[in-house]
């Protein structure tokens, strides 16, 4: 198997954990905020990445993994930037209208091309710019009900915004540029993100709900479902950093976006939840959007991919002229007609 096999089922199954583990998280933490009323999602996501850095920290002492030290500066940065970005999600979505909360969330993908464009000379065709209009384009459909607008909301959104663009961003540039993977990039951030919620969390939790995280009743169901949602989550944060290793920031958002379409489809069909032809509709163009922009990345991969092998093969061309020229030169100049030696007769 080639590399380039390789490196595309890496990525398909980068791409499935984050799908699956990604709605089983949601539909469990559904359970737990819905049914069993533990509403405070973000001292909840920092026991997630406390779990997530315990775990990793067993595998690396069991040698799953390598660590690899590189900039501290860029790992507490980037740490305390990602456990941020979440937190104001959560104050967007608690001081904004679902509907409002909703298209914050659309906006990302725009607002992470427009970073790219500007800041890192990226290029997006047009077939790509299309399928990710029909995607957004459907996904509002679905899920864009009410739009109630307030100040204060509007600037966290946009706060929100904007830190989870740079944060993802920053997710797949550092990789690349300290040559680290996923698993060594989550392990040594972990710590950062998850103090900041630690200490950010149930204060915000406070805000948005009026109740104290640490005066909820912990029955054993209420703990058990905790526990199973820390568990699913390790798999959620690792998957998160893969994906956008693998792919990109964009990528990761159309991912995104299919999870929530899958969540969607889920809760009608399993819980039952309210349905109308209008989120059928909003689906299925979403749908078309993600086949779209899934096909265009095939097709643009693939001409990078020959454009890399044309350029190889002509380098390699270019390095063997010259040793052909020296070789025959050589065997010219050592053609000299035979001398008759006296001596040797």
């Known amino acids: 198997m080639g590399e380039g096999e390789k490196f595309q089922l890496g990525t398909l199954g980068a791409l499935s954990l984050s799908v699956v583990s990604s709605v089983s998280i949601v539909i469990c933490n559904k359970a737990l905020m819905s049914s069993l009323n533990f509403i405070f999602a973000t001292t909840l996501t920092s026991w997630h990445l406390l779990v997530t850095f315990c775990s990793l920290h067993v595998a690396l002492k069991m040698r799953l993994f390598e660590h690899k030290p590189f900039d501290q500066k860029a790992v507490m940065g980037f740490g305390i930037l990602n456990g941020t970005s979440i937190g104001l999600l959560n104050l967007s979505l608690g001081f904004n209208s679902v509907g409002f909360y909703q298209m914050t969330k659309l906006a990302i993908i725009p607002c992470t091309i427009l970073l790219e464009v500007l800041f890192l000379g990226k290029k997006f065709s047009r077939r790509i710019q299309f399928s990710l209009a029909t995607l957004l384009f459907g996904v509002g459909i679905a899920t864009v009900t009410d739009l109630q607008l307030n100040a204060l909301g509007s600037f966290l959104s946009f706060l929100a915004v904007i830190t989870t663009c740079v944060a993802q961003i920053m997710t797949n540039t550092i990789q690349k540029k300290f040559k680290v993977s996923s698993t060594q990039l989550l392990y040594q951030t972990c710590p950062y993100q998850a103090a900041t919620l630690l200490i950010i969390g149930p204060y915000l939790d406070k805000v948005?709900?009026?109740?104290?995280?640490?005066?909820?009743?912990?029955?054993?169901?209420?703990?058990?479902?905790?526990?199973?949602?820390?568990?699913?989550?390790?798999?959620?944060?690792?998957?998160?950093?893969?994906?956008?290793?693998?792919?990109?920031?964009?990528?990761?958002?159309?991912?995104?976006?299919?999870?929530?379409?899958?969540?969607?489809?889920?809760?009608?069909?399993?819980?039952?939840?309210?349905?109308?032809?209008?989120?059928?509709?909003?689906?299925?163009?979403?749908?078309?959007?993600?086949?779209?922009?899934?096909?265009?990345?095939?097709?643009?991969?693939?001409?990078?991919?020959?454009?890399?092998?044309?350029?190889?093969?002509?380098?390699?061309?270019?390095?063997?002229?010259?040793?052909?020229?020296?070789?025959?030169?050589?065997?010219?100049?050592?053609?000299?007609?035979?001398?008759?030696?006296?001596?040797?007769?």
């Open 208 to 345: 948005l709900t009026d109740l104290n995280v640490f005066y909820f009743k912990y029955t054993t169901q209420v703990t058990c479902v905790i526990v199973l949602s820390c568990l699913i989550s390790i798999s959620v944060n690792f998957s998160t950093f893969l994906v956008i290793g693998k792919t990109s920031p964009v990528t990761y958002q159309v991912l995104g976006h299919l999870k929530t379409c899958l969540v969607l489809a889920f809760g009608y069909i399993i819980v039952r939840d309210p349905f109308s032809w209008r989120n059928i509709l909003g689906i299925l163009v979403a749908m078309v959007g993600m086949l779209l922009y899934s096909y265009s990345s095939i097709l643009e991969n693939q001409q990078k991919a020959a454009e890399i092998a044309l350029q190889a093969s002509q380098a390699r061309e270019g390095e063997l002229d010259p040793l052909i020229n020296v070789e025959n030169g050589s065997a010219i100049l050592n053609k000299r007609p035979l001398v008759w030696n006296k001596e040797k007769d």
